[in-house]
T-cell receptor, first 111, second 114 residues
Framework: DSGVTQTPKHLITATGQRVTLRCSPRSGDLSVYWYQQSLDQGLQFLIHYYNGEERAKGNILERFSAQQFPDLHSELNLSSLELGDSALYFC??????????FGPGTRLTVL | QQQVKQSPQSLIVQKGGISIINCAYENTAFDYFPWYQQFPGKGPALLIAIRPDVSEKKEGRFTISFNKSAKQFSLHIMDSQPGDSATYFCAASKPGAAGNKLTFGGGTRVLVKP
C-alpha cells in the first residue's frame, strides 16, 4: 500500500458525460501528479500540482482540468467524454522532487 | 516525440534466469532515472532509481546499469522468480521549477516461467 488513495476504483459512463476522479496524497506530500495509462499511449503525464498551485502541464486535453485543495487532495475533472478517454488514471504524490508514490488508479470506461 | 525508448516489449525467462530490460533517452537534461514495477490492476511501484553520477546501483536482485555517454540505462533482474512476473517501466525526469514529472518508457511485460 503506497498510502495514496484514489476513488472511485471503477467508473463507467457514457460519451458526453462529465466525471470527477479524486486523489488523496500520502500524509505530508505536497505534490500531486496525474497520469493517464492507455494501451496505445502508455503512461502519460497529465498535470502536476504543488501545495495547491499548478506547476506543470503535460498532454492534458482542454476538456480535462484539475485542482488541488487546501487539504492537499486533488480532483481530476474530465468532461465531454469520448470513447478514447477510456483508460486508467493514476495519481502519484511526493514531497517535492523525490520518489513518486502511485495510487491504485481509477479505471474509466466510456461507452 | 518518444523521449524514452524501452525494449523489449515483452520477455519470457525461466525461473532463476536473468531478465534484462533496456532504455534509451534523448534529453541530456534528464537527471533521475527510476524503474517502476506494475502488477495487473495495481499502480506502478518504485523498484529502484539512479542518478547520472553513478554507473551502477544494486538493490537485492535488482541492478540498474547506467551509461551516460550512450544515454542508455538498463534493469537487470537476477535469479528471476515467478513473483517478478509484471510489467516494468523505466522513466526519466529533469530538474526544474515544474517539479518531477516522469517521462515513461513503453513498458516491458516480463513472464517468469517456473
Amino acid at each position: 500500500d503506497s498510502g495514496v488513495t484514489q476513488t472511485p476504483k471503477h467508473l463507467i459512463t457514457a460519451t458526453g458525460q462529465r466525471v470527477t476522479l479524486r486523489c488523496s496524497p500520502r500524509s505530508g506530500d505536497l505534490s500531486v501528479y496525474w497520469y493517464q495509462q492507455s494501451l496505445d499511449q502508455g503512461l502519460q503525464f497529465l498535470i502536476h500540482y504543488y501545495n495547491g498551485e499548478e506547476r506543470a502541464k503535460g498532454n492534458i486535453l482542454e476538456r480535462f482540468s484539475a485542482q488541488q485543495f487546501p487539504d492537499l487532495h486533488s480532483e481530476l475533472n474530465l468532461s465531454s467524454l469520448e470513447l478514447g478517454d477510456s483508460a486508467l488514471y493514476f495519481c502519484a504524490s511526493s514531497v517535492w522532487r523525490d520518489t513518486q508514490y502511485f495510487g491504485p488508479g481509477t479505471r474509466l470506461t466510456v461507452l | 516525440q518518444q523521449q524514452v525508448k524501452q525494449s523489449p516489449q515483452s520477455l519470457i525467462v525461466q525461473k532463476g534466469g536473468i531478465s534484462i530490460i533496456n532504455c534509451a533517452y534523448e534529453n541530456t537534461a534528464f537527471d533521475y532515472f527510476p524503474w517502476y514495477q506494475q502488477f495487473p490492476g495495481k499502480g506502478p511501484a518504485l523498484l529502484i532509481a539512479i542518478r547520472p553520477d553513478v554507473s551502477e546501483k544494486k538493490e537485492g536482485r535488482f541492478t540498474i546499469s547506467f551509461n551516460k555517454s550512450a544515454k542508455q540505462f538498463s534493469l537487470h533482474i537476477m535469479d528471476s522468480q515467478p513473483g517478478d512476473s509484471a510489467t516494468y517501466f523505466c522513466a526519466a525526469s529533469k530538474p526544474g521549477a515544474a517539479g518531477n514529472k516522469l517521462t515513461f518508457g513503453g513498458g516491458t511485460r516480463v513472464l517468469v516461467k517456473p
